[in-house]
């Protein structure tokens, strides 16, 4: 088999190092039931390319603000054929990151308003840090 062909194996470390998480993240994913915990070969665990890209997916997926239990759905639903609940969980994503989308833009805009209003040379204190007392 020509090197490049062979089946790409690394230790945890090396998942976690292409994954761009802990080592203790990949050992909590596993516990979780997100990825796999391949058996020992030789004392050490390989992983594979399936696992890294499981593993970036669960990332990408936790960007989007879906929850681990959201994500192992995902995952359990790529084995099947289910795309009706695939699509029901990304539309339900959608419209939570629509709705907290729109809450970011009113806080940028008040935030906006309250540097303009902290101007240089106006008098008392700028007002940015009394818009966040309790």
Known sequence: MVRSQEPME???????????????????YQRRGLLNTPRRALG??????????????????????????????LLDLDSG???ERARTLARNRI??????IVELE????????????????KPGPCPILASFDL
Do not use: N
């Open 10 to 28: 690394m230790t945890i470390g090396k998942l976690a190092a292409a994954g761009h998480v802990g080592v203790e993240t990949i050992r909590y």
């Open 106 to 121: 009113r806080a940028r805009q008040a935030l906006r308003r309250l540097v303009g209003e902290c101007t240089t040379g």
């Open 44 to 73: 050490v665990r390989r992983y594979g390319e399936e696992d890294v890209r499981r593993l970036l997916f669960i990332r990408q997926a936790q960007t989007a603000g879906f929850t681990l239990e959201e994500i192992k759905e």
């Open 81 to 83: 054929e289910d795309r």
């Open 95 to 100: 419209d939570a990151l629509d709705s907290r």
